[in-house]
């Protein structure tokens, strides 16, 4: 009777932990019956290959050494002749295996320690893993947790089936947290590493403020109303962009709420950040010019090739467009996705006036002007030379004061003075030895050939090696300076890199040639 409790017990035991560390029973059982092996192979010999299996329904431990058939014995431990088997099974044949029973054993203390080692390390093991695969698909999430420590301004949370970490740069500015208070945080990554799981949480992520309008708002939760973007200084400041899939509902004034209720109960759990709620546009201009409120805006000039934006604002809204330290502006950035160059009205009128003055002046000495056709050409829209010796007489006739001796005479002195500059820059494209496959690509002024030569670019090669942003980025850009767009790039790129795949065309053609100069030497 005390056997079969102590059976039982064993199972019971199984059952407990397995419920306790939230994993299956079979689990626990087969922690067991892997320390009963190691335990048995201490006593009976390492070089034994031992069994052990505890039977579910009763709790019967039972123990069995394996023995292969052969012919030849090497090992007596693990090895018996087929005679001898057959003994056993007559069945047996050559390559089988043999289950000889072994009497129970009485666990010594240090075999009971080993034991204990290998059950801890088995159920710690498929804990982890049990924690992995139910936080994984949790990413995204907002969960609630006790602190359980804090160190070095790192702090572990309980989540009541897992613990995770939320590292001190994953904090709000001036938050601090002791053991006990409760959390609620961003899952924003699950890892497997060495010492297990690690779930690592969040309160700065965007994310986090998404999620909590979300919880605040039903209309979010439903889909009608979707937040399309959110940029944050987190613990300061914040902008979210909405837009309402429903005419009938004011996304702003929903994510508001009556009288700031749904708002202010998120800017409470972020400590007092600000949040500015923004009414979402697909037109890039209406956004940035609503990313930037509540700074007003006068005017915007938009380069969609290059993302980048410039904002004019009245005098007196300079400083409320960049903010205190630029926040304003880098938020409003981060928000739409675009760079934003804030001018005042003062300022673009100044640099306005500048580039008349060098327009004009680019005029006077390309065409020998004086500065009133210089100026009526920069004020008719006229930016480049190119422009006047191209562009159909009609244009220039179309110019007050302009006659058709005057239109076609500043042509002719257009079309001769850049034909006297392309030669200039041929010249200059030579003697740095940039080769004329190169200077045939479309796409490649004159002037950009020089560029490229200057910067060592000389060959087809040379230039397909290149990547987009090495051709056209603001700060470095080999040729920065003719404002290409990247499609633009591109199609240079891959037009220098067409040679690479003539080669592949030739040899299939070389071979067919030789295979059949072979047949007809064959056939004479």
Not at 64 to 85: C, M, W
Not at 137 to 148: A, C, F, H, P, S
Not at 419 to 444: F, I, M, T
């Amino acid at each position: 009777m005390a056997t079969t409790a102590n059976r039982l017990e064993l199972l019971q035991v199984a059952d407990a932990v397995a419920r306790e560390k939230n994993i299956e029973q079979d689990i626990v059982i087969e922690a067991m019956e892997e320390a009963i092996q190691k335990a048995a192979r201490s006593k009976y010999g390492i070089e034994n290959e031992i069994r052990a299996e505890i039977d579910r329904g009763t709790g019967e431990i039972r123990i069995a050494r394996l023995l292969e058939v052969v012919d030849e014995i090497e090992s007596d431990a693990t090895q018996i002749k087929v005679k001898e088997a057959r003994g056993r099974n007559p069945d047996a044949q050559v390559g089988d295996f043999i289950s000889e029973p072994l009497p129970p054993i009485d666990f010594g203390r240090i075999a009971a320690q080993t034991a204990k080692q290998v059950i801890v390390q088995k159920v710690r093991d498929a804990e982890r893993e049990r924690q992995y695969e139910e936080y994984k698909d949790r990413i995204g999430e907002i969960v609630n947790g006790l602190v359980k420590r804090v160190e070095h301004g790192n702090v572990t949370v309980d989540l009541g089936r897992g613990e995770a970490v939320l590292r001190r740069d994953e904090l709000l500015p001036r938050e601090s947290f002791r053991q006990g208070d409760r959390i609620r945080s961003y899952i924003y990554d699950v890892r497997r590493e060495l010492r297990g799981p690690q779930i690592f949480m969040s309160r700065t992520h965007p994310a986090f403020m998404a999620k909590l309008f979300e919880q605040e708002v039903p209309e979010i939760y439903d889909n009608i109303i979707e937040i399309k973007s959110v940029a944050r200084d987190p613990g300061s400041r914040a902008k979210i962009a909405v837009i309402s899939h429903d005419q009938s509902i004011d996304p702003v004034g929903a994510c508001v709420g009556m009288r700031g209720s749904r708002v202010q109960a998120v800017v409470n759990e972020l400590q007092g950040e600000k949040i500015d709620i923004i009414s979402w546009s697909p037109d890039p201009a209406t956004f940035i010019v609503n990313g930037l409120a509540p700074a007003e805006v006068a005017k915007v000039v938009l380069d969609e090739d290059a993302r980048r934006i410039e904002v004019v604002v009245p005098d007196d809204q300079l400083s409320l467009a960049i903010g205190r330290r630029g926040q304003n502006v880098r938020l409003a950035s981060q928000l739409t996705g675009w760079d934003i160059d804030i001018l005042t009205e003062e300022e673009e009128s100044e640099r306005r006036q500048q580039e008349f003055h060098e327009r004009s002046q680019a005029f006077i000495d390309a065409l020998q002007v004086d500065e009133m056709i210089a100026q009526l050409l920069v004020a008719e829209g006229f930016t480049s030379v190119e422009e006047v010796g191209y562009v159909p007489i009609e244009e220039l006739l179309a110019i007050d004061g302009f006659d058709e001796d005057l239109a076609g005479e500043l042509g002719t002195r257009a079309r001769e003075y850049l034909d006297r500059v392309n030669s200039e820059l041929a010249q200059k494209r030579s003697d740095l030895g940039v080769e004329d496959a190169l200077a045939d690509l479309s796409g490649l002024t004159p002037a950009m050939l020089v560029a490229l030569g200057e910067a060592g670019i000389k060959t087809l090669d040379d230039l397909g090696d290149l990547a987009s942003d090495e051709l056209i980025d603001r700060e470095e850009g080999i040729l920065r300076a003719f404002q290409l767009g990247e499609e633009e790039a591109n199609a240079i790129i891959m037009a220098a890199r067409a040679h690479w795949f003539d080669d592949e065309d030739e040899v299939p053609q070389e071979a067919a040639e030789t295979a059949e100069a072979e047949a007809e030497s064959a056939a004479g």
